[in-house]
């Protein structure tokens, strides 16, 4: 059985959505990243970098949210070619997403939401670099239903991090095709499922709320 280990956030929800996609049986184990339970003894010899999501696979942890997209797509045979063409690509939009959108996501939600100073040159820095992220995307997309030419985990990172582009403070206005991904990606029941897990993420629109869940945010960076 495998066991995840996860909270409800953008790369938490790159596990359970590809769990859901590949109708793998496992148990959650939520993380309360407020309280530092990533930080504890017992889940750094899990996760030794202290974040999520982590895995159990029978005694087994895999740790980093992209090695555990390839882990459980090799070990079903899905959502991943098995080809050395089709494969490389998937990999290079999985990595796109790792190395580009979640970094660059990461840091607008940062500097555009949980610092209580509020730097201008690293808001628009980080933001410009994350709608320049969409634009490519976008343009992906222009060819082809999906980011490569079927349906894969390439898909599933990268639209974990996308769908919250109005909490990093970057609009999607003019990127037709990316938007149409993303109603599709929102419309499969798995990704419903997934994005609810640990529970559903509930992020405020008025102005008090923000501030509450800035406070909470800043309190996890200072961990």
């Known amino acids: 059985m495998i066991e995840l280990y996860t ?31 990533q930080k504890t003894p017992e889940y750094l010899k899990i996760c030794p970098n202290g974040r999520i999501p982590a895995l159990l696979d029978n005694g087994f942890p895999v740790f980093e949210s992209g090695a555990i997209l390839l882990y459980l797509a090799e070990k079903a045979g899905r959502l991943l070619p098995t080809d050395a063409t089709g494969r490389s690509q998937v990999i290079q939009w999985l990595m796109f997403q790792m190395g580009g959108v979640g970094p660059m996501m990461g840091q607008a939600n940062v500097f555009f939401r949980a610092m209580e100073e509020k730097i201008e040159p690293a808001i628009s820095r980080y933001q410009n670099e994350t709608r320049r992220l969409f634009e490519v995307l976008d343009g992906q997309l222009a060819n082809s239903e999906w980011l490569t030419d079927d349906y894969s985990i390439a898909d599933i990172a990268n639209w974990c991090w996308v769908r919250l582009y109005f909490w990093s403070g970057v609009s999607i206005n003019g990127l037709d095709n990316l938007q149409r991904w993303m109603q599709d990606m929102e419309s499969r029941p798995a990704c419903q499922r997934g994005i609810a897990i640990p529970e559903p993420l509930h992020l405020p629109t008025d102005e008090e709320g923000v501030e509450m869940v800035s406070q909470t945010s800043r309190k996890i960076l200072q961990r």
């Open 7 to 37: 909270a409800s956030t953008p790369n938490g929800w790159k596990a359970s959505v590809t769990l859901e996609e590949l109708d793998m049986p496992y148990s959650v184990h939520p993380i309360s990243l407020a309280d530092g339970d």
